[in-house]
């Protein structure tokens, strides 16, 4: 499936050092087979999207995010490498995908948005083509005629944004100095996943041949706090991959090679990620499954997702097997350990950072 990365600084970055510069750089894993076990779909090459907020506050920009997408394969996009060059910023997602639903087109590519607010979904949601009535007849007109595309992430972005208006926020509106408030976002995410949860179940009730998980991996930001979940609607089965790092600065300390620096305990730094960027495992905590994230004025919070599928006992192992099967494990990579020489490099397509200064 899919690979999804976000970056929240008190500084802004250069997007190269998320995207393009890293040995394990989200563009490298849409191409870097290695870690994915889905055979079916070894690569994340159906298109990708990079979306970011600005620092200005110039009220003619809006408050909403700049997002750049395309259906090309992240690594043989030659403007994707020359705008990462030349742009900062201190919130980013980015997304390459691997498509489960919907066909290749722009308006299927990730990050979706809508106003201020901003989505990533890495997963599937189960049964979707059985419930895309019920998300049709449950959300307002105005979030239903949102949705161009034909994915099932876009439709649970519809539905996340019915969820935050029925909560009494206007998604519509201007976010204000402190956005929406990380507390109501991450109550629209949970209604979100309950809803789904349970139109998964009265499907699987209709249809008992398929009874497969809905791997639920989603990102939301207003521009301020972000929101991310690692789920599964099961007991047994291990959610998709995620990870998240945090430092006083994220640096290159060889060409193509970084790691976290923690001078203090600041949280100056954040990311999450699909797939760890770098090769220090001391970098990256593991999100446990069915879990929520949240970050808020530089500090990461992990809730447990407490429903019928959650675990008590945190001793209790789960399967990582449907995981797998889809290519959603992502085990911490090592140094030069995953590079597929069949595969052609970035410097083959003449993308390499020097060739771009040069």
Same mark, same amino acid.
């Not at 076990?37 to 990079?50: E, K, L, S, Y």
């Not at 019915?162 to 100095?177: Q, S, T, Y």
């Not at 949860?197 to 991996?217: M, R, T, Y």
């Given at each position: 499936? /899919? ?34 076990? #889905? ?123 019915? /969820? ?7 998604? /519509? ?22 809803? &789904? ?11 008992? #041949? ?66 760890? %960027? ?13 879990? &929520? ?19 008590? #006992? ?13 290519? %959603? ?30």
């Amino acid at each position: 499936m /899919c690979r999804f990365l976000i970056y929240k600084g008190r500084d802004p970055i250069l997007l190269a050092h998320l995207l393009t510069r890293p040995e394990h750089s989200i563009i490298n894993q849409s191409y870097d087979s290695r870690l994915r076990i #889905d055979t079916r779909r070894p690569m994340n090459g159906d298109g990708f999207g990079v979306g970011f907020y600005t620092r200005d506050t110039d009220p003619e920009l809006g408050d909403g995010p700049c997002v750049f997408c395309a259906t090309t394969p992240a690594w043989n996009n030659l403007n994707l490498a020359r705008l990462a060059e030349k742009t900062k910023s201190s919130m980013v997602f980015a997304h390459v995908r691997a498509s489960t639903a919907g066909v290749l087109s722009e308006t299927n590519c990730h990050p979706f948005t809508f106003h201020s607010l901003m989505f990533m979904h890495n997963g599937q949601v189960a049964n979707f083509h059985r419930m895309k009535r019920k998300f049709a007849s449950h959300m307002k007109d105005e979030y239903f005629l949102y949705v161009q595309g034909g994915t099932d992430s876009e439709w649970a972005f519809a539905l996340f944004l019915d /969820c935050l208006d029925k909560l009494g926020v206007n998604p /519509c509106k201007p976010v204000g100095v402190n956005g929406f408030g990380h507390e109501v976002i991450r109550k629209a995410m949970l209604l979100t996943i309950q809803l &789904i949860k349970d139109w998964s179940k009265q499907c699987a009730q209709d249809d008992v #041949d398929n009874q497969e998980p809905s791997l639920l991996n989603f990102a939301v930001t207003d521009g301020h706090s972000v929101i991310v979940t690692r789920y599964i609607t099961s007991r047994t089965e291990e959610a998709a991959s995620l990870h998240f790092s945090t430092g006083s600065k994220f640096i290159e300390y060889e060409p193509g090679q970084y790691k976290m620096e923690r001078r203090d305990r600041r949280q100056d730094v954040i990311l999450v990620a699909s797939e760890p %960027l770098t090769f220090e495992r001391s970098d990256w905590v593991t999100v446990p499954t069915n879990s &929520i994230l949240t970050i808020n004025n530089q500090t990461v919070l992990l809730h447990p997702i407490m429903d019928e599928y959650y675990q008590i #006992d945190p001793s209790v192992p789960r399967s990582s097997n449907f995981a797998a099967s889809r290519g %959603l494990v992502s085990p911490i990579v090592e140094p030069q350990a995953y590079t597929n020489v069949n595969l052609p490099p970035l410097e083959r397509e003449g993308r390499r950072r020097l060739s771009l200064t040069a």
